[in-house]
């Protein structure tokens, strides 16, 4: 500002702040001398309702009848009653000084679901179980397919396709798959969507009978149930299935065939590229040492092609997770 000052002795105050790229409001603004600094506490609002009153209003507010209550709510009533003990938004001051400006009215409160963690070491110790619909011959009808899976195999040990979903449909196919596998009791946990054939009297009374312990996805959570979900999707990608169902028989065949090729051809990436039967059915190891042979039969020949040196053997993993805690080293492998 000094060089403002020093150049408008030569040309106009308005061309120096031109010439200088300053403002000249903010020339005259600074010419002008800091206002006094007021001295002492301030004088209190005239307006401001004594201490008494507003305890008072803070009473009110808090009472039984009205803890729940907006203040607008509160002041309509007291009106309506011929009581006025302050406006509005004087309530909604003496609130604020309380730390009390929030949502006021009671309302429904959802219990808290814990997160399901479950682990599986080997076949039959977890299966995954879900529903999924597929278009029908025409507008308007689908077809349910069920099917049950094997967590730690991938393995889809059990299925059923019918035009209706009910609780009585997911009671027979689990108590046929069960039996199928030989499940003793205590031995399986089945893992469920929260729909309505998965929490039906029928189908838990079912698994109770059976010694079967039962998990459940949280509401409205997609990821607690990734493996069936995964698994759907890898199905309904596959060319062969038709965009709409002819009939319940043609729907089987279709299913059957589907199946066939993901538990005996499909090279699952969560399970070191094996088949799910492979892993179910207690091949895995024959076949990743066969597999292994091969690599180091083809690194002695042409060592130099392996940049990472020798091949390790590949493993499947030792333990499959929904949700691992946060403590686990083994990782949640999830691709189908």
Not at 108 to 125: F, S
Not at 275 to 288: E, K, S
Request: glycine share 6%.
């Amino acid at each position: 500002m000094s060089l403002v000052e020093q150049l408008s002795k030569q040309v106009t105050t308005r061309a120096a702040c031109a010439a200088l790229g300053v403002a000249t409001s903010t020339y005259y603004r600074k010419q002008r001398p800091a206002p006094a600094r007021r001295h002492g506490p301030r004088k209190p609002n005239p307006r401001r309702i004594p201490e008494p009153e507003r305890q008072q209003i803070r009473d009110v507010l808090n009472s039984e009848p009205f803890m729940d209550k907006a203040p607008g709510q509160v002041f309509a009533i007291l009106a309506e009653q011929g009581q006025c003990i302050g406006s509005e938004r004087t309530m909604y001051r003496v609130l604020d000084e309380l730390g009390q400006v929030q949502q006021r009215r009671a309302r429904r409160t959802h219990p808290k679901h814990a997160i399901p963690q479950l682990v599986a070491r080997g076949p039959n110790e977890v299966w995954s179980w879900d529903i999924t619909k597929l278009r029908g011959e025409a507008k308007g009808i689908s077809y349910a397919l069920y099917l049950v899976l094997d967590l730690f195999s991938r393995y889809a040990v059990g299925w059923l396709l019918s035009r209706y979903e009910n609780a009585e449909l997911a009671k027979k196919l689990l108590r046929e798959t069960v039996a199928k596998y030989d499940v003793a009791p205590g031995q399986l946990t089945i893992h469920n969507d929260r729909g309505s054939p998965m929490r039906a009297h029928k189908t838990v009374e079912l698994l109770d009978s059976l010694g079967v312990k039962r998990s459940y996805s949280r509401p409205r959570v997609s990821n607690d149930n990734p493996f069936s979900e995964s698994q759907f999707a890898t199905l309904k990608a596959r060319p062969e299935i038709p965009e709409r169902i002819g009939s319940e028989q043609h729907g089987r065949q279709v299913i059957r065939e589907i199946l066939h090729w993901y538990n005996y051809e499909h090279r699952h990436s969560g399970i070191a590229m094996l088949t799910p039967a492979q892993v179910h059915f207690g091949l895995a190891d024959d076949a990743l040492a066969i597999r292994h042979a091969a690599k180091l039969d083809y690194y002695d020949k042409h060592p130099e092609r392996f940049i990472n040196g020798r091949p390790r053997r590949e493993v499947i993993p030792a333990e499959v997770w929904i949700n691992p805690p946060q403590t686990a080293t083994e990782p949640m492998a999830t691709g189908h």
